[in-house]
């Protein structure tokens, strides 16, 4: 629901895997637009306090198209490849040819200037959500990821591996997470030293061919899959150290800062110790998922 915090101000929570991030727009409209951009991932029982402090609040100021940037050409759905991200004076800065936007860490606040179009915030919030994870023992990576039995399955691939058919040919048992994004981390209460680590897979709304929003759902993690199509289904096992290289090929990271950079590999190190990984060669057919239990 919208929540009308000040005259004309609506707040919308945004809650991606366990980083709530909360953002303010003096437009209904646009306020509109992100409850049905983001459905089930935003907060409906506004009425009461929140437990969980946002991670991140964001002021959000709509600007007409020509009140950013020279590059027309590069506004609107633009390729992440052209986002630029920053560490100045101990704030991050985020800029595309559609938005410019800035986070301060420590204080956990920050403003986006964008027009008003999805596809900017989108990138932001994957942007803010691979700063949180880096310092917390997780990543996104390009990936569809989905839950049977309890139990979260991730598939790993670049455009036209087959992240968005195996999520289409998934039984009615199976619970798509994303077919695109996942977010991936430690579970609460483990570190990179903790005896019986376990990751956690959650959902997103961030969707690639499929078109509609993962499911607002989380479930340890069983086992991670390297796509590749082929004639038949079949499992390559893969050693830590290809496992590792083929998984950082696919986490998403914008931020050229080494020390965040050298995290994030750390992470992936972990991970691959913790989770198996496998290559999975699969033919386009609902069999595949014989194979995934």
Known sequence: ??????????????????????????????????????????AR??????TVQPAVELEVELLPESGIGNDEADWGEGAEDDV???????RWVMERGDFRAGWDPECRRGWVQQTANPYAIDSVLRILHSLILARRGGFLVHAASA?????????????????????????????????EISYL????????????????????????????????ARAPLAELFILKQGPENRMEPLSE????????????????????VQRVFQNILEFVRCVPVRRLVFAPHAEVWGLIV
């Open 45 to 50: 029982d506004s009425s009461q306090p929140s």
């Open 241 to 260: 150290s290809e496992a590792a290289w083929e998984l950082f090929r696919h986490v998403l990271f914008f931020a050229r800062d080494e020390g965040l």
């Open 84 to 90: 630029r991200v920053s560490i100045q004076a101990n």
């Open 1 to 42: 629901m919208l929540t009308p915090k000040l005259i004309s101000v609506y707040e919308i929570a945004v809650e991606i895997g366990d980083s709530p991030i909360c953002l303010r727009t003096d437009s209904g409209e646009f306020a509109r637009l992100l409850e049905a951009r983001y459905g089930e991932f935003v």
């Open 147 to 179: 839950v049977r039995n309890g139990r979260a399955f991730v598939f790993a691939g670049e455009s036209g591996a087959g992240k968005t058919t195996l999520s289409r040919l998934a039984p009615p048992d199976v619970t798509i997470l994303t077919d």
């Open 185 to 216: 981390k430690l579970a609460a209460g483990n570190s990179a030293v903790a005896n019986g680590r376990q990751f956690e897979a959650f959902g997103t709304p961030f969707a690639g061919e499929l078109a509609r929003l993962g499911q607002k």
